[in-house]
């Protein structure tokens, strides 16, 4: 039994996510749940070098095992002309290596037997000779005259991917030359990986029979994989059905389309069978898609009394081998030009060059709507830094700089109109929360005990809700998304939406917005995503979209709905359409709410007794192109302890304000920051994806890339400022992202603040202990 | 990840399993809890061929005391030493150690004979063991044998049991005074293997003074180390703040780490001298919490 739904106007209840009754159940159904019968599975060859041309290959071991069915390489399907798939980011990526490898764990073969173990025994008999090449790890070193060309197949021959600048350069230096005070800090933030629970993985099944490939995939995107493959493969669109069933969490990861996918589809192509290929925790960690690895460097302008004049921003952007990031086309650095931030700068001017190293490719959105969580870190530690050499209070500087709500709507010096806000309402929230002046005095009392304590603010400014289709293309398809509602004769609703949720709540949240226009409860409505022959075209869930985009087609085809509906009405009430009111939940007369009818009667009335002349049935499909993005905002206060002994920090307190707009379910919205705020601190504290000089890669499973459990996952105070966004249906604006965004700079901020005493201004995350006890071992701190 | 095939051979007495291991060598290894070996096994870094599994064998689990000691079966898991209250007065270190490795779930099946075969210089047994200046019992085809701790780890990975011998029980000798002990581990994150363990075991006399000392140190060498020096600097002493800096300066030395991933080789070196202090210090106030102020 789901649990009943049944409150009345459910938009803004902290209603319980209906989808938790079957997954907390353990009866969701992920990919690796599916078995198909005659399925094959395929496991990969991969390389141990980073970089090394490829003398040979022989598969006659790994053919001769009994149950191997197929074994390919990349000259395979470079007679298919499959060796090379395009990305998302409009480079190319080698499907199995052609000639070279370019990464450690690189695909260099795929072998497909009848269990996976015995995929795994074969792919062990392939051997491949490699002859080693000269590698490039540093991204910086990439762009130097004598570093080697990587990527043979590129002309002109360059490690450089893309040169993308935006903003006004002369005006930008002339006003910083014109600064009384200029601060300048290069700011890291490394490779990390969404590591979502559940890894890649598909099913590919192709009947020849029918001709028709049914492909089970864990899916951020199902209907632009099923436009990518088709494109690919040439295999016609409505021949190709995409099902994305439940996934165990995406965070970007599950934007992009790998080479186990091509592969997979490739055998089951060839054999006649369902191929069924799930990657190894290793094997998602080293090869598909890592998210970050900017190298920045700022300069930021202000006036002696704190006011903010210019910003200049220099990016080195490592890809990896290939540019396999899932940015709109027309952004191959993201929305990273938010990096304004919160603040009202007169001009600014950022650049980013895109580069090729011998690591992984990427790099995806990791929670975060395309480079912004990258921009938010940088503007954020840039304001710290602004703080300290103005001996000014971080907060009391942002407050100083901070649009003013009058400004709204905003037009940035970069380009972007933000929608709506009130910056300083939401950090004087947070102030408040935390005490901060009491805090500020605590620090004070125990710096002259020597001990060290820190707070750390972090105002951002998130971009979400990609996008208006003058602007947002991925690979020429606008960033729209949809909506089809159809109520059945008793009432009942099926949604269904071009997005695919992968632990937002949609089947909730969705339901709320639905239910709400209807006049129904969310048990009324079901919704559904992730099925491309039945859900109709949208481009996904990633970058805070979905509620910006598919959740406010919702709310207009539920509208639509209701403007049938009430044509309805009118007949069933017997009086005219303009003399039909409707309360929320019932129409009735105008002045007359004794006599009312609801949704249910609408409906059965809708095929059974209708209007003369009017249509049957009861539905509504919405296209929604937004006209904007929307902008959601957030102040957060981290409080740190440091062990003077060990250079280990505890995060006392961590206070997050969010403002999303209008909430659709407060309950979803805090799992969301909950979430969010634990990668963040993660990302802060814990993790690298490092690599040794060879282009090892140090971080190839859970023993060395930390993912924090409930033990040091310190304990999140959330609350929240309402403002609506002017331009969505509803006033909603995107949230998933926002703590990911938003808490990094936080935690930096706040460990920086804590050794600002010693002259420190800046260090580089992850912040270990071996590194902050670096910082106090040089200034002569210890136990 | 899926192990390379292998024979499986779940044999019910001791001589089986040495027979067994007599017989194929080195392409057999003997399973415990598995903890160590599957993980190994699943990236195909081990690949035996056959797996002789002790689970069975009776008599090999569980834990006793006479007088001499305490005797742990190889098949003991941690989670039984963990909750194993009764050591709680003669074996401190042991109820201080067992919570510090792994999770639950990684405690429930993995065992101290098989953390200790295994000889990962990060294990935190080892560090204890060596505190507790245990022994080893082992039988091998030539009959049965004991190994002291300062004899039992040779390197990396490496002991000095022979490839068909095994490990039936580790034995803890009693203590010539009152115990206190702990256990401080430096970890990233829950769960994970120490960035350095500081294994602390002091056996104090009526008077307060510490008659037997025992330092172990994982993660900060080739394999688990003692640090005699800063051991033999605390018998016969009273412990205070200033002979505390002293031991921890000592143990330090003892230390001799490398820079990875978890931290430089100076740093690790400083987190034994930062751990063995707090430890004396936390020791120092236990003890003197139980003595009249006088003595
Ligand atoms: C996720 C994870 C985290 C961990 N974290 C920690 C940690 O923080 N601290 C820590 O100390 N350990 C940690 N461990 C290791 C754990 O403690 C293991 O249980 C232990 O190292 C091995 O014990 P076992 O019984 O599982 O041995 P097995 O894995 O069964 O065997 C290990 C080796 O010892 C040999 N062996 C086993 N028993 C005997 C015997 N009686 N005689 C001779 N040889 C034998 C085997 O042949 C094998 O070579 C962790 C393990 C995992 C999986």
């Given amino acids: ?783 | 990840m899926f192990p390379a095939p292998f024979e499986y051979l779940a044999v019910r007495s001791v001589e089986e399993a040495i027979d067994a291991l007599a017989r194929h060598g080195y392409d057999a290894k003997v399973i415990a809890g598995g903890q160590s070996l599957l993980p190994m096994m699943k990236l195909r870094v081990a690949a035996p061929s056959v797996l002789v599994d002790l689970n069975r064998v009776e008599g090999l689990s569980g834990w006793q005391e006479d007088a001499q000691g305490l005797r742990i079966g190889a098949t003991t898991r941690h989670a039984a030493l963990e909750r194993a209250r009764p050591l709680a007065e003669r074996y401190p270190l042991i109820l201080a150690t067992a919570p510090w490795i792994a999770d639950p779930l990684v405690r429930n099946r993995g065992t101290m004979a098989g953390s200790l075969a295994h000889a990962d210089p990060a294990a935190d047994w080892g560090a204890a063991f060596l505190a507790l200046r245990g022994q080893v019992e082992v039988q091998g085809p030539q009959g049965t044998r004991s190994i002291g701790a300062d004899d039992f780890f040779v390197d990396i990975f490496t002991t000095s049991l022979a490839a068909d011998e095994i490990i039936t029980a580790v034995r803890l000798p009693r203590p010539v005074g009152h115990p206190e002990a702990t256990y401080l581990k430096l970890e990233r994150k829950v769960g994970d293997f120490a960035v350095v363990g500081v294994a602390l075991n002091l056996e104090v006399d009526p008077e307060g003074r510490v008659a037997q000392a025992g330092i172990g140190l994982a993660a900060v060498g080739p394999k688990p180390l003692r640090a005699p020096q800063a051991e033999a600097a605390l018998i016969g002493q009273r412990l205070s703040f200033n002979l505390a800096r002293e031991v921890a300066a000592l143990a330090a030395e003892a230390a001799d780490p490398t820079s990875d991933q978890r931290g430089s080789a100076a740093f690790k070196r400083d987190m034994v001298r930062v751990f063995v202090q707090r430890g004396l210090e936390s020791l120092r106030q236990r003890i003197e919490g139980r003595q009249p102020a006088s003595a």
């Avoid at chain 1, 406010?552 to 509906?565: G, I, L």
């Avoid at chain 1, 995107?734 to 990094?744: K, L, R, T, Y």
Wanted: aromatic residues 8%; charged residues 25%.
């Fill in chain 1, 1 to 783: 039994m789901a649990l009943e739904v049944t409150e009345a106007r459910p938009l803004g209840k902290p209603i319980k996510r209906k989808e938790d009754a079957r997954l907390v159940r353990g009866q969701g159904r992920y990919l690796d749940d599916i078995a198909l019968p005659g399925m094959l599975y395929l496991a990969l060859v991969r390389s141990p070098y980073a970089h090394a041309r490829i003398k040979r290959i022989d598969t006659s071991r790994a053919k001769a095992l009994p149950g191997v069915h197929l074994v390919l390489t990349g000259e395979d399907l470079a007679a298919k002309n499959l060796a090379w798939m395009p990305t998302l980011a409009g480079d190319k990526q080698m499907v199995l290596a052609v000639g070279k490898v370019l990464f450690q764990y690189q695909e260099v073969a795929a072998v497909v037997a009848e269990s996976r173990a015995l995929a795994e025994d074969a792919a062990n008999l392939v051997e491949v000779e490699y002859e080693p090449l000269p590698v490039v790890v540093d991204p910086f070193y990439a762009l130097e005259p004598e570093a080697p060309i990587l990527r043979e197949d590129r002309d002109p021959p360059s490690n450089r991917i893309f040169h993308w600048e935006v903003g006004d350069r002369e005006a930008t230096e002339e006003a910083l030359r014109r600064s009384a005070v200029v601060v300048k800090e290069r700011i890291r933030m490394p490779r990390v990986h969404p590591a979502p629970l559940e890894p890649c993985g598909c099913i590919a099944d192709y009947q020849r029979a029918t001709g028709k490939l049914t492909w089970y995939v864990t899916s951020q995107a199902p209907h632009a994989h099923r436009t990518v493959l088709s494109l690919v493969s040439g295999l016609p669109e409505h021949k190709i059905h995409v099902i994305s069933p439940d996934v165990g969490g995406g965070f970007g990861n599950k934007v992009p389309v790998f080479p186990g996918y091509v592969c997979a589809i490739v055998a089951s192509i060839g054999l006649g069978r369902p191929v069924k290929w799930v990657e190894t925790r290793t094997e998602n960690l080293t090869s598909t898609n890592f998210a970050r690895d900017y190298h920045m460097e700022v300069e930021i302008g202000a006036t002696e009394d704190g006011r903010v004049t210019a910003l200049k921003v220099f990016t080195i952007a490592d890809h990896g081998a290939f540019d396999a990031a899932a940015d709109p086309t027309r952004f191959p650095a993201g929305l990273f030009s938010i990096v304004t931030g919160s603040y009202d700068f007169p001009t600014a001017f950022a650049e980013v060059d895109g580069v090729y190293t011998n690591k992984a490719p990427g790099g995806v959105a990791y929670r975060c709507s395309f480079r912004v969580t990258e921009a938010s870190f940088l503007i954020e530690r840039a304001m710290n830094s602004l703080a300290l050499r103005l001996n000014l209070d971080p907060a009391e500087l942002r407050l100083r700089n901070f649009i003013p709500p009058e400004k709204f709507p905003y037009r940035s010096p970069l380009g972007w109109t933000y929608d709506s806000g009130d910056y300083a309402a939401t950090l004087k929230r947070a102030m408040e929360i935390i005490d901060y002046p009491a805090l500020r005095r605590e620090q004070a009392e125990r710096r002259a005990r020597g001990e060290l304590m820190g707070i750390g603010v972090s105002t951002f400014t998130e971009i979400v809700g990609a996008g208006p289709s003058h602007t947002f293309d991925i690979l020429g398809i606008k960033m729209f998304d949809s909506c089809e509602i159809r109520v059945h004769p008793t009432g009942k609703v099926i949604a269904r939406l071009g997005t695919r949720h992968q632990g937002q709540g949609h089947e909730t949240t969705f339901a709320q917005v639905i239910a709400e226009e209807l006049g129904l409860t969310t048990d009324d409505v079901i919704v559904e995503e992730g099925d491309t022959d039945t859900a109709p075209y949208g481009l996904g869930t990633y970058a805070s979209r979905s509620t910006p985009t598919a959740g406010a087609a919702a709310a207009v085809a539920a509208r639509r709905v209701r403007d049938k509906a009430r044509k309805i009405a009118a007949h069933l009430l017997e009086v005219a359409e303009e003399d039909v009111d409707w309360d929320g939940q019932r129409f009735h007369p105008v002045g007359a709410p004794a006599r009312s009818v609801g949704m249910a009667e609408v409906a059965l009335a809708a095929y059974t007794n209708l209007p003369p002349g009017m249509e049957p049935g009861l539905e509504a499909s919405v296209y929604y192109d937004p006209p904007n993005l929307t902008f959601p905002n957030g102040a957060y206060i981290c409080v740190v302890d440091i062990d003077r002994g060990t250079g280990q920090v505890h995060v006392r307190r961590f206070v997050a304000v969010d403002d999303c707009g209008t909430v659709i379910n407060p309950m979803v919205v805090e799992g969301q920051i909950h979430g969010g705020l634990t990668e963040g601190f993660a990302i802060a504290f814990l993790q690298e994806i490092a690599f040794d000089d060879t282009g090892n890669c140090l971080a190839p499973n859970f023993m060395e890339y930390l993912v924090p459990t409930a033990v040091e996952t310190p304990r999140w105070e959330t609350d929240r400022t309402v403002t609506p966004s002017p331009h969505h249906p509803i006033g909603a604006k995107g949230v998933g992202e926002s703590p990911n965004v938003g808490s990094p700079a936080a935690f930096a901020n706040a460990v920086i603040d804590a050794l600002a005493p010693l002259g420190v201004t800046h260090l580089d995350i992850p912040l270990y202990p071996w590194k902050v006890w670096e910082v106090l071992r040089q200034h002569g701190i210890t136990e």
